[in-house]
């Protein structure tokens, strides 16, 4: 089964840092572009951070950019959100989400959801 | 950044009538856009890509139409299942892939 598995949310007080994770299973990760995208509470979806299937590539929303940082670890078929200098705006369900195609470095659209993880910050 | 606006926030439809949700690009997104369906407490779902192929195992009652900056989602004869919120998102001209801000469909 195609999966992924967020872990790591939880409450922080503002200009903390927290990291975000991802297992995948069911799937070859080593082959698709990953995203993170969250929704902040009763809002929209937010594309926060992508990063390309050989990690060649990352890009960042310009809300996060310079306090984020997307990385991916193949041996463990992991995805992770390295989230400094948070703010309460930064307050969200985090998603993990696998792009429908890989082996280059475009982003495309998502394909497969996890269930979220959530981050509080809040002093 | 291209911005995507759907309308309306709010849609209200009884049972097995039809929706037609709308979303507008700021800029020509060619057919790079997706439709994407989310019920309360889960995560959202692929519907729609390339603005008008259903993805897999969706329903041929939801399509997609449209092209350049105007796009729309159809969904005929909605069951209980469907009312939800629907977003779209374009996948053209990025940073920054950019979502709708969502129609919620409700039942009337």
């Known amino acids: 089964e195609v999966r992924l598995v967020e872990s790591g949310g939880g409450l922080v007080q503002p200009g903390r840092s927290l990291t975000l994770s991802c297992a995948a299973f069911g799937f070859t990760f080593d082959d698709y572009a990953m995203h993170w995208v969250r929704q902040a509470p009763g809002k929209g979806l937010e594309w926060v951070s992508g990063i390309s299937w050989n990690s060649g590539r990352t890009d960042y929303a310009d809300s996060v950019k310079g306090r984020f940082t997307i990385s991916r670890d193949y041996a463990r078929s992991s995805l992770y959100l390295q989230m400094d200098s948070l703010t309460p705006e930064d307050t969200a369900l985090y998603y993990c989400a696998k792009d429908m195609f890989g082996l280059n470095s475009a982003y495309y659209y998502m394909d497969v959801w996890g269930k979220g993880t959530t981050v509080t910050v809040s002093s | 950044e291209i911005v995507m606006t759907q309308s309306p926030a709010t849609l209200s439809v009884s049972p097995g009538e039809s929706a037609t949700l709308s979303c507008r690009a700021s800029q020509s997104v060619s057919s790079n856009l997706a439709w994407y369906q989310q019920k309360p407490g889960q995560a959202p779902r692929l519907l729609i890509y390339g603005a008008s192929t259903r993805a897999t195992g969706i329903p041929a009652r939801f399509s997609g139409s449209g092209s350049g900056t105007e796009f729309t989602l159809t969904i005929s004869s909605l069951q209980s299942e469907d009312f939800a919120v629907y977003y779209c998102?374009?996948?053209?001209?990025?940073?920054?892939?950019?979502f709708g801000g969502g129609t919620k469909v409700e039942i009337k």
């Open positions: 998102q374009q996948y053209s001209n990025w940073p920054p892939l950019t």
